[in-house]
Each structure stands twice: as C-alpha cells, then as structure tokens.
C-alpha cells in the first residue's frame, strides 16, 4: 500500500497530490478526475464502464478506453516513477474489468475525513466533546467543494455528490455533538460553510442556529432562522418545521434569560452590497484580442456549477491592472452580489507583501461579518468566506499576487462566482491545480502605441507631429508603462513640440533615465526592481550578465557560457527569469529581453558586478561563439578548415552548441546572422 511519507492526496477540494513538500502537477482536468475517483473509491475496484461514465457521460468517444489506459500510465509515471510498469507493490493495480487504487488512509483526505467521521460518531453518546473534536478534525480537511477543478459534469457525478452528502451528514452530527459538549467555535466555520451549501436542510440550519447561539452570537443564530424562514416560504410555500421552530425557541429563551425579557435582538446591521473596484480607467484603449478572449473565458458560465478563474500575466508596466479593472467594470452588472478587489502588493515597494489572512479579514469585513465573528487561523478564515460566497454571484479581483499560495485562499469555492488574479508571475500552479485560464500580456503594437498617446494627449497633437509620435511609440518599445510616463510630461508642457520629447528619448536610448521620477509607481526602473529584487541570487546574476550579451536573444548554451555553468544548471535559471516576466522565450530554446529590461540588465552589471568579471563574461562570451562557429563550420565544410582553426584549446566553462547535423548548423548561423544584422 502507498506508504504516508510517500505521496499525500487531496479531493476535498482541488484534486491535488504531493511528494514529500513538493506538489505533483497532474496534468489536465480530465487525468485528475480519473485519479479522484479511484481515490473517494480507494480500497475497491472501479470498472472502466464507471470510469468512462465520469469522464465523458453519456456520449464518451470511441477511443475512451484507449484513453484511460493512457491516463493511468502517465499517474504511475507521475506517482511512482522509481517502479517498473509490472513491479509488485504498486498501488494503482488492475482489478475486477478496471482499476484500484491501494492507499494508506492517512494518504489521502477524504479516508481521514471518513475514519475521523466514524470515530466521532461512535464516541458521541460516551463523550460528546471528544466526538466535537473529532468532528472539528475531519471538516477541516475540506478546502472547498469535492474535487473543485475538475470539469463540471464529472462532478456532478453521483460518486462525487455523495462525498458532498458525507460533509452534509458530518456537519449536522457535529453541530448536535458540540452543542450538547458546549464546544463550538472551531465547528462553526465548517457548520456555516454547508450551510450555505444546502439552504434548505432544515436539520443542518437547526443545529447551525443552535451552535451560533451557544457561541454567544444569538443575533446572527436569528438571522440565519430568519432568512431561512423566508427562503422556505418562497421557494417551497411551507413554514418552518417542528426541529428549525425548536431550535428557534432555544434562542429566544437565551435572550430572555439574559434580559430578563423576551426582546428580540436588534436586527444585524446591513452593509451596502460590496463595490469595491478601483475607478475604470478612462483612458484605457487597445487591447481588444485581449479583452475580447477575457470576455469570452466566463460567458454562459456566470450562474454555472464552475468558479471561473482567470490569471492575467505579463512583465512589469504592460497593463495587467488596467486591463483587469476595465474587465471587471465591463461584467461588473453581471455579478449582482458584488465585487471584492486587493492588492496584494506581491510587487511594490512596500516592504510588506499582504498576507492572505489580512486580505480575508477586509473581505469578510465587507461581506457583513463583524469583527468578533472571524474565527482564528487561515483555514478557518477561508471556509467562511468561502460559505459566504457559496450561493452568490460575487467578481473577485485579486491584484498583483506573489505566487499561488497567497492566492489560493482567496479563491471562491462555488460556481457563480468569477475570480480574477494579475501578477507578474506566470503562475503555472494556478493553472495546473485550479484550472485557472491563463491570459500572458504583450506591449503593445504600433498602432495601438499612436492610439494610447492620442488618448491621453489629443488626436490633434498627435496628428501635428506623426514621425515624432513613431520615434516616442519606438523608443519606449510599447510599454504602457514608460508610453504614460512620456505623456505625463507632455501634457505638463503642452508647448513642448513632441519632436523635443522625442530627441530626449533617442538621446538617452539605452538606459532607464527617460523613465524615471520622483513617483515610483511611474518609475520605470523602480518598477522594473520590484521584480528583480523576487529573484533568486543566481537568477539575478544571469539576468544582469544577460544585458551585456549582444543581439536580441540567446540560446541556452551561451547563456550557461556567460555563468560558466552546465547547461542543466542554467535551464533552472531561466526559466526563472521566464516564469517572472523578466525575459521572453522568443523560440523554442532562445530567450530574449524586452527592449527596456535589457537596458535596466546593463545598468545592473554595471553597478553591481566587478569590472574584473564582465571581462572574464566577455571573453567567455566570444570563446562560445569562436567554438561553436567551428564546430558549425567543420559539419558545413568538413574539407575546408582554416589553419588557424584546426584545433581549439579546452576552455573552461563554455559550452558550445550541441549540432545533430548540417541542418542545424546552418539554422545557428541563420539565426546569429538574422539577429545581429
């Protein structure tokens, strides 16, 4: 059996799996749906006719066993890749027509969630609050909706709706344990989450309203009688029945003791309906690809079964805010609950990046719940304000994060709701894991460059001068960024001709000293550090020797020249640097700077690093391209080599070209030839 220290699994929520600390992509929505099933079914066989029934419903292709073979092979590969195919041991095994999987239950949450379960219900007539805590134990291994992530026909399957059902029945028998134990704030967050989940399950509200009122929050345990009271009425046309009145009853008499009256408390305060994105930006222009496939990602999808998710990268100042809010302001009629916003200030300079934990408490804040009522901890935090989403047609933005894991909390858990997430990192967890839709940024083109400045100075300024407007679009390489700052300072001296602003520019190309001002939210070089400064040493000393590197990119192995490193140590290194934004894979192998960043690299190298050793990075530089133009020439000219050049003395730390063949040589001249022309 698969042994707890080996690999952990997760279906009570985003269907996800670790080996030892580090999380295991396991590929798209379809392969993780097959490995949740055979996990909420671990222990016994699952046929490959239930198997095809989840994936695909009623109308699975031809080809559908063929594919699930395929998926199981790519998890044993992904899971247990030390184990040859037909190894003893292995815990994914034929069986029964189909497959099982054999797995410690200490491995995988929904089995604790099961085995705590059961041992809580069994303690409950002996020791209530020992079957509280157990109870307490088990719903807090929920992160969300079962297998949240997966496609939404494949979760609305029956096998996938039961486990939903467990949480319901665990929940109603937690809240009559804590009760009768007088143990129940670590319960509530769990209780009002289901709750929220299943509007209409009287005994499920019951307890709620029972548990809220021994927690002391007797207005709120009102509330929650109230709006089910109403809902009751007006979806079912009943009243209320005998275990919701009782419990209703139970309430009112605390008051009245503690009063020494029967007075209901006052009703809880209403909060205005939560609107909280930034103003649009009126002077946002271009981008209609963008917005048009942004618009796209959600539309049927608003009162879905599915959370919508969106992660809007790109590179320091490309506009992922702005075009973020004007997407949020475009649907915003759509979501009639409200928008939540942050920024999470994953890259500013502000010393702090926001913890999860503080953005709740303002989400939760704005969503009514009051102070005293937000429970301890970040699970707990999230599960309520997951509840209080549950139900809800609620935008979420979510503004330059760091990385998933500040993120991931702040994600609603139920359809309805879109969530929309900018950061200057591409994310690729999101994706993997939440089945986020991923949505990269490029500066802008010419055209829309002429059209950003024509906005912010007037068409009639821009026409005046039209070459002058080319050279500004061109020198500042289409970043919005540095294309605002330019027209900050032409619309602070309107009787500046544009043709001055340009000869500025072409003055100063090369370096950052155009860009920069006072304000570092409009500093080009400020800006471009909040990203530098996330890096690792390594990757910030690639990225600094890259901006003296000639030409607009470069191939893996004259970067590893350049840190006199391996090749397997320099692929880490970038993609790095790719994953933050700070360089481009132009092609397949090759890597290039935007115009701008390059010229922020340079200043870098020349501030930071010894001149000593950008000598050393030079030389090594030319001796990679003194080598593997050799080792091009001798595959394209065997007979014809130059004297000089019949045989290269060994060079430390640089690495030339690996070429299979003419072909591939003749592509390297090809492209060195082309990029430096």
């Known amino acids: 059996m698969l042994s707890r220290g080996e690999v952990q699994f997760a279906v009570l929520g985003p269907v996800r799996a670790w080996r030892g600390a580090g999380e295991i992509d396991l590929g798209a929505p379809q392969q993780r749906a097959l490995l949740a099933l055979l996990l909420v079914r671990a222990g016994h066989p699952v046929s490959l006719a239930e198997i095809v029934d989840v994936l695909w419903g009623e109308d699975p292709p031809t080809t559908a066993v063929n594919v699930v073979h395929r998926h199981v092979g790519v998890l044993r590969r992904l899971l247990e890749p030390d184990l040859p195919v037909r190894a003893a041991g292995r815990w994914l095994v034929r069986s029964a027509g189909g497959y099982r999987l054999d797995a410690d239950p200490d491995a995988v949450d929904v089995l604790r969630f099961r085995a705590l379960s059961q041992q809580a219900r069994q303690a409950t007539d002996a020791d209530a609050g020992r079957a509280a805590g157990l109870f307490a134990e088990a719903l807090e291994l929920w992160r969300g909706v079962c297998v949240a992530g997966i496609d939404a026909d494949a979760r609305a399957h029956p096998v996938f709706a039961a486990v939903e059902r467990e949480f319901l029945a665990a929940a109603r028998d937690a809240a009559d344990a804590g009760v009768r134990a007088g143990q129940v704030l670590r319960l509530l967050p769990a209780l009002q989450e289901a709750a929220v989940r299943a509007p209409l399950d009287e005994p499920l509200q019951a307890g709620l309203v029972l548990a809220l009122a021994a927690a002391g929050q007797q207005a709120e345990a009102l509330a929650v009688y109230q709006r089910v009271r109403e809902q009751l009425a007006n979806e079912l046309g009943i009243d209320p029945g005998a275990e919701m009145a009782a419990a209703h009853a139970t309430v009112l008499r605390r008051v009245a003791t503690r009063s020494g009256a029967v007075v209901l408390p006052p009703e809880p305060v209403q909060r205005p309906r939560p609107a909280q994105l930034p103003a649009d930006p009126a002077t946002f222009v271009g981008r209609r690809t963008e917005l048009a496939r942004a618009l796209a990602l959600h539309a049927g999808d608003v009162a879905a079964a599915t959370v919508v998710i969106s992660a809007i990268g790109g590179m320091a100042g490309v506009g992922k805010t702005t075009l973020a809010v004007h997407w949020a302001h475009q649907v915003a009629d759509q979501f009639t609950d409200g928008q939540l916003y942050v920024n999470l200030r994953g890259f500013s300079a502000e010393a702090d990046v926001m913890r999860p934990e503080q953005a709740l408490r303002g989400f939760l804040d704005a969503l009514g719940v009051a102070p005293q009522s937000v429970p301890t901890g970040l699970d707990a935090q999230a599960a309520l304000y997951r509840s209080l989403l549950t139900g809800r047609r609620m935008l979420v933005l979510l503004d330059n994060a760091r990385d998933v894991e500040q993120v991931r909390?702040?994600?609603?858990?139920?359809?309805?709701?879109?969530?929309?997430?900018?950061?200057?990192?591409?994310?690729?967890?999101?994706?993997?894991?939440?089945?986020?839709?991923?949505?990269?940024?490029?500066?802008?083109?010419?055209?829309?460059?002429?059209?950003?400045?024509?906005?912010?100075?007037?068409?009639?300024?821009?026409?005046?001068?039209?070459?002058?407007?080319?050279?500004?679009?061109?020198?500042?390489?289409?970043?919005?960024?540095?294309?605002?700052?330019?027209?900050?300072?032409?619309?602070?001296?309107?009787?500046?001709?544009?043709?001055?602003?340009?000869?500025?520019?072409?003055?100063?190309?090369?370096?950052?000293?155009?860009?920069?001002?006072?304000?570092?939210?409009?500093n080009v070089r400020a800006t471009f550090s909040w990203s530098y400064r996330t890096l690792s040493p390594d990757a910030m000393r690639l990225f600094r020797l890259l901006g003296g590197h000639p030409g607009p990119d470069v191939g893996v192995p004259a970067a590893a020249s350049l840190l006199g490193v391996p090749v397997?140590?320099?692929?880490?290194?970038?993609?790095?640097?790719?994953?933050?934004?700070?360089?481009?894979?132009?092609?397949?192998?090759?890597?290039?700077?935007?115009?701008?960043?390059?010229?922020?690299?340079?200043?870098?190298?020349?501030?930071?690093?010894?001149?000593?050793?950008?000598d050393l990075v030079k030389r090594r530089n030319v001796e990679y391209y003194r080598r593997t133009a050799f080792r091009a020439d001798r595959l394209l000219q065997p007979q014809r080599v130059p004297p000089q050049f019949a045989s290269l003395p060994a060079a430390d730390h640089v690495i030339a070209e690996p070429f299979e063949d003419q072909r591939a040589a003749l592509a390297w001249f090809t492209t060195e030839r082309a990029d430096r022309a």
């Open 568 to 614: 397997r140590q320099v692929r880490p290194l970038l993609a790095e640097l790719t994953t933050a934004h700070m360089l481009v894979q132009s092609s397949p192998g090759r890597y290039g700077f935007h115009e701008l960043l390059g010229a922020y690299a340079a200043e870098l190298a020349e501030t930071v690093d010894v001149a000593g050793e950008l």
């Open 409 to 522: 909390p702040l994600l609603p858990g139920a359809g309805g709701c879109l969530a929309i997430v900018t950061s200057r990192s591409a994310m690729p967890g999101l994706v993997a894991a939440e089945g986020a839709q991923s949505l990269t940024l490029d500066v802008l083109s010419a055209e829309q460059g002429r059209d950003f400045l024509a906005r912010r100075l007037g068409a009639d300024r821009v026409a005046a001068e039209p070459a002058a407007v080319e050279q500004i679009v061109t020198l500042c390489a289409g970043l919005p960024l540095a294309l605002a700052i330019v027209a900050a300072r032409a619309v602070t001296n309107p009787a500046f001709p544009l043709a001055a602003t340009a000869k500025e520019l072409r003055e100063t190309h090369g370096s950052l000293d155009a860009f920069s001002g006072a304000d570092g939210s409009i």
